[in-house]
């Protein structure tokens, strides 16, 4: 990518300072503007936004003809105002800006020159390379190093500057200029398209050009880089010297001339890597054909299309600033997700090609807004499968093209280029495009909401792996993937990568793991970090330098806790292939129903132990398969487990006893419902305490005392610890609120409620000891009840107490309602804590990972010593925010992932200026 050279419209001077526009931009007066920035406003905290003051005159003035022009088109092409102030500025932000274009302009005419005075040499043999000076290598692994061709130095034919930079979509702060250097054809043979050797000539060529370049003071840095990310096709990177030493990177690309490989030789059925060559072996004889290699073919013919894809992108873009607006923002929606880098990424090349597409087809006018073009994109990606239906931008109807179920027989997804011979998709895996699909369905139900803060979440908020994943796995070394390319007989697909053994092997792995997971996963997708430059003194680095492959599992919360995997009858003839898959875990199981199965059953007690069951299929699936061994498996799914385990618990991490302590909590509440004897009946019982909500960090463990470490106090019917025994272990109370009818016989002085209150706190404690001998203390305000070893705090609460509690009389007699701390903290008691427990209690329901997330968020804030500044509740809120609101992520399905979130929440949101609001039940409305 390049720095976008930004339209006339878009552009402003070299001395103009980078602003928000103003919403209204009808003239104002100076000297008002300027006595308005004298008057601050007083007491107003650092930080917290205050509004602009506008004098009369200004607010109700009449609008000019711009203004009105301008809303028009906000109203046809935009949600709203502010979501086209906020694409504006973000457009930019991340353009280039004129007088750094002229610089660059002024740097490319400079590497122009220097190039075309670089002297030739005299021809040699390829494998005859003693005439490189010592000071430089080739840019590329010659394996085998025996190969046929002669090579010599001449001057490129032409120069040419090529994609993004001169279409003016490049964004910041990677302002790359791509340079396609044209080779003459005296120095390429015809044949020169088999067995690596144009790869091998494109290579040396770029190391004379290196070696030269870098005696030149123009220049601050040489270095090679893979074009990327693939290993055959480097790049030389220079950089100017100085001061300007980050404005620019410019990448140099050999590429033959027009028209020099036939097209026919290059179709995704053919061969040009011979295996004879490759794997250093003479002719079988046997007659067996040689494999294709598409994708070896495939990097050919884009060094042969640079020009022509240009120039297509120049017709279609021209002098659409919408189109060229929208591509910009693909690109930043890209690169928020990660999705752009790396060999097999979804460029923002191939964005522009699928933007050109698009107005070919007619489905994108040029007349759009930028914002209309990323809609219209993120539709289709969100809507339409390349996998299964590939699509073309070649309108011949010429027979002796290839079909599109030729390239579908030979790469996952499919998209032809104007020649019909080039598939521009070629290197993007099947997981990658599932990944684009997956976030484009995301991106774009959150623009159908049309949510206040959805370009904030769908352009601003990055998306890493590690925050958008429930379970992360790294495998290192990767030099283990070569043993597994062996073990998966990937001959054919080594051939044809040019012995990249990682990416040769991990389709097949993506493959393997997604049959594995079955109804566990959602989605997985993977992540190689970019091989970075290196100099020109140095061998290019290897496949195993990149160090680690990294795999992202999304999950599916419904089908994750399973421990069986069910496979088909014994008798039939799909058995054999479920026992090859799972090897030694399958096993014949008898079911309920009488049926003999195949099945695989996972080691798993705990709630905890069954979020990790994808762990087990992993390293079982990799070691049978394609001998990984787990110990080169490196599993991050439940790291922070440990945290809000008990003392006593190694395997679990509290759910089983906050589900045990609501199941002791249920059947209370059905006693107190069938309780007879009261003076009125139970209309409600609500539990106001962490544990009934799943979120107490460490949950309750039951109490059965020891009599013999106690002494009983008949009189009192109390047990009193004995000094010489261990202190007795600390239960808490678990506040339960229990709401009686109203009735006309309840009075109306709060101080007479109270004492009516403490009469049925006492005549509670008796029914339930009468009716279910449950041990009860009674006490003016509660009612404490031990039962499983649990202690419930049952509060009786009048509906009416609350306000009666607000009304005040004033001295004439007339009553007014005022509300007063203990007004207030009675209704929280009573009212707003059972309901909001209730709530969270349903939130657990529907996402099992919620309790994790809470209490590891409350874990960390009290290991920040914070514990007296947030209250349960508010973090309880806001870890429910991060289900209810996810966007622009899933709701999470680990608490791993969960805390990550929450902590991200926490350091980025802004609350001096916003509330967080957390819409529990879909209560709040838009109207």
Not at 724 to 731: G, I, S
Request: glycine share 6%; aromatic share 6%; with cysteine.
């Amino acid at each position: 990518m390049g720095p976008a050279p930004a339209g006339a419209q878009h552009r402003g001077t070299a001395e103009e300072p980078e602003m928000m526009e103003s919403a209204l931009e009808g003239p104002v007066k100076e000297g008002k503007r300027d006595s308005s920035k004298k008057r601050p406003v007083a007491g107003s905290p650092v930080g917290l936004l205050q509004p602009v003051k506008l004098s009369r005159a200004e607010l109700y003035k009449e609008p000019t003809n711009e203004e009105l022009n301008r809303l028009r088109e906000t109203e046809s092409l935009f949600h709203s105002s502010l979501l086209r102030l906020q694409v504006e500025e973000l457009l930019k932000e991340v353009r280039l800006s004129e007088k750094k274009k002229e610089r660059i302009d002024a740097f490319l005419r400079e590497v122009n020159q220097r190039i075309m005075r670089v002297p030739p040499t005299s021809e040699t043999e390829l494998t005859d390379q003693s005439w490189l000076p010592d000071g430089v290598r080739v840019p590329l692994h010659q394996v085998p190093y025996t190969v046929k061709g002669c090579f010599r130095f001449l001057a490129p034919a032409q120069v040419t500057v090529v994609g993004s930079y001169l279409l003016g979509t490049c964004i910041r702060p990677d302002i790359n200029v791509d340079m396609a250097l044209t080779m003459p054809r005296e120095i390429l043979q015809d044949k020169d398209g088999l067995n690596q050797r144009y790869f091998r000539k494109r290579a040396l060529y770029l190391a004379h050009l290196a070696h030269h370049l870098a005696q030149d003071p123009l220049f601050g840095s040489v270095h090679f880089s893979y074009t990327s990310g693939c290993h055959l096709k480097p790049s030389l990177l220079l950089r100017p010297h100085g001061k300007d030493k980050h404005l620019v990177t410019v990448r140099l690309h050999p590429c033959p001339p027009r028209e020099f490989f036939r097209l026919c030789r290059l179709l995704p059925s053919k061969n040009n890597v011979r295996s004879a060559w490759y794997r250093g072996q003479s002719l079988s004889g046997d007659g067996s054909p040689e494999p294709p290699t598409p994708h070896y073919n495939t990097w050919v013919l884009q060094d042969t299309a640079l020009e022509s894809h240009m120039q297509l992108l120049s017709t279609m873009l021209g002098t659409a600033s919408g189109l060229k607006d929208g591509v910009a923002l693909l690109k930043v929606w890209l690169r928020q997700r990660e999705l752009d880098k790396g060999l097999g990424g979804f460029s923002g090349f191939i964005v522009s090609m699928l933007v050109a597409f698009l107005v070919s087809t007619r489905k994108i006018h040029t007349t759009m807004s930028g914002y209309q073009v990323l809609r219209s994109i993120l539709q289709f990606l969100a809507t339409t499968d390349l996998t299964v239906n590939g699509i073309s931008l070649c309108s011949s109807s010429d027979p002796s093209l290839p079909a599109l179920a030729d390239f579908h027989q030979a790469f996952p997804v499919v998209f032809l280029d104007p020649s019909g011979h080039l598939n521009l998709c070629a290197d993007v895996t099947a997981s990658t495009y599932r990944q684009v699909q997956h976030e484009a369905q995301l991106s774009m139900a959150l623009l159908d909401s049309r949510a206040d803060d959805g370009f904030q979440l769908l352009l601003m908020t990055p998306k890493p792996m590690i925050r958008a994943f429930d379970h992360i796995l790294h495998l290192c070394p990767l030099s283990r993937l070569q043993a597994a390319c062996h073990r998966l007989k990937l001959w054919p697909e080594l051939q044809d990568h040019g012995g990249d053994y990682v990416s040769a092997a991990l389709g097949p792995l993506t493959t393997l793991l997604e049959q594995g997971l079955g109804s566990r996963l959602h989605l997985l997708a993977h992540s190689r970090p970019p091989v970075s430059e290196w100099d020109i003194s140095q061998d290019p680095p290897k496949h195993r330098d990149s160090r680690v492959l990294t795999l992202g599992l999304l999950l599916r919360p419904e089908g994750l806790t399973s421990v069986l995997e069910l496979g088909p009858e014994a008798d039939q003839p799909e058995a054999a292939a479920f026992r090859q898959f799972w090897g030694s875990r399958s096993e014949l199981r008898r079911f309920q129903d009488g049926a003999i199965r195949e099945a695989v059953v996972w080691e798993a007690a705990s709630l905890a132990q069954k979020r990790l069951i994808p762990h087990q299929v992993v390293t079982h699936l990799l070691a049978l398969h394609a001998d990984i061994p787990d110990t080169c498996v490196h599993y991050t799914g439940g790291f922070l487990d440990a945290l809000i385990q008990g003392l006593k618990e190694t395997s679990s991490t509290g759910e089983e006893a906050l589900a045990a302590a609501v199941r002791c909590y249920d059947d209370l509440s059905r006693m107190l419902w069938g309780l007879e004897g009261l003076p009125l009946t139970v209309s409600a019982v609500q539990g106001a305490h962490p544990v009934l909500r799943y979120t107490e960090v460490f949950p309750p463990t039951p109490a059965r005392p020891a009599c013999s470490f106690y002494e009983h106090l008949r009189e009192r019917a109390s047990l009193l610890p004995r000094p010489d025994k261990p202190c007795p272990a600390y239960v808490e109370p678990m506040t339960v609120v229990c709401h009686l009818e109203g009735s006309g016989q309840w009075p109306q002085d709060a101080e007479a409620i109270r004492r009516v209150r403490a009469a049925f706190q006492l005549r509670l404690a008796e029914l339930l000891m009468q009716q279910h001998g449950l041990q009860c203390r009674a006490t003016a305000t509660h009612t404490d009840v031990l039962k499983d070893g649990f202690v419930f705090r049952i509060r009786v609460a009048y509906q009416r107490e609350p306000q009666i509690l607000r009304e005040t009389r004033s001295p004439e007699g007339m009553i007014s309602l005022r509300d007063t701390p203990a007004s207030l903290r009675l209704e929280r008691d009573t009212k707003q804590l059972p309901l909001l427990t209730s709530a969270l209690h349903g939130l657990q329901q529907q996402h099992p990972a919620f309790s994790g997330v809470a209490r590891l968020a409350k874990r960390w804030v009290r290991a920040q010593l914070l514990g007296q500044e947030f209250t349960d509740e508010s973090l309880d809120l806001v870890a429910a925010a991060l289900f209810l609101h996810p966007e622009p992520f899933t709701p999470p399905s680990s608490p791993q992932v969960g805390f990550l979130r929450f902590l991200f929440l926490v350091s980025t949101f802004d609350w001096k200026n916003s509330p967080l609001i957390v819409n529990l039940n879909n209560e709040l409305t838009g109207t």
